[in-house]
């Protein structure tokens, strides 16, 4: 059975940074996309990042030059660095994985809370 487990999460000051991991298990295959939700209170679940096996990565406008994706160096691991953060970053951060190359993800992750105090 896949999981994802998130780690990294935390309360940080706005203007600062922290680095969300997610590590698969139970999976002998590589995903093909690895990505990053997010859930603030009140709100829908919206895309954060993705990224393909192919290290093409996608972002929501609202992050674009501050949080970047990237793959771990372990297979089926992903890294979300998030800097110069703001209140509005304030979520339950949620990873996401696929075997497919378009379409929903099929596995996901517990979530972990970040915190931006202002």
């Known amino acids: 059975q896949v999981q994802l487990v998130e780690s990294g999460g935390g309360l940080v000051q706005a203007g600062g940074s922290l680095r969300l991991s997610c590590a698969a298990s139970g999976s002998n295959l590589s995903f093909n996309r690895m990505g990053w939700y997010r859930q603030a209170p009140g709100k829908g679940r919206e895309l954060v990042a993705v990224?393909?096996?192919?290290?093409?990565?996608k972002y929501a406008d609202s992050v674009k030059g501050r949080f970047t994706i990237s793959s771990g160096n372990a297979k089926n691991t992903a890294v979300l660095q998030m800097n110069s953060l703001k209140p509005d970053d304030t979520a339950v951060y949620y990873c996401a994985a696929d075997y497919s190359t378009v379409g929903g993800f099929d596995y996901w992750g517990q979530g972990t809370q970040v915190t931006v105090s202002s």
């Open positions: 990224i393909t096996s192919r290290a093409v990565t």
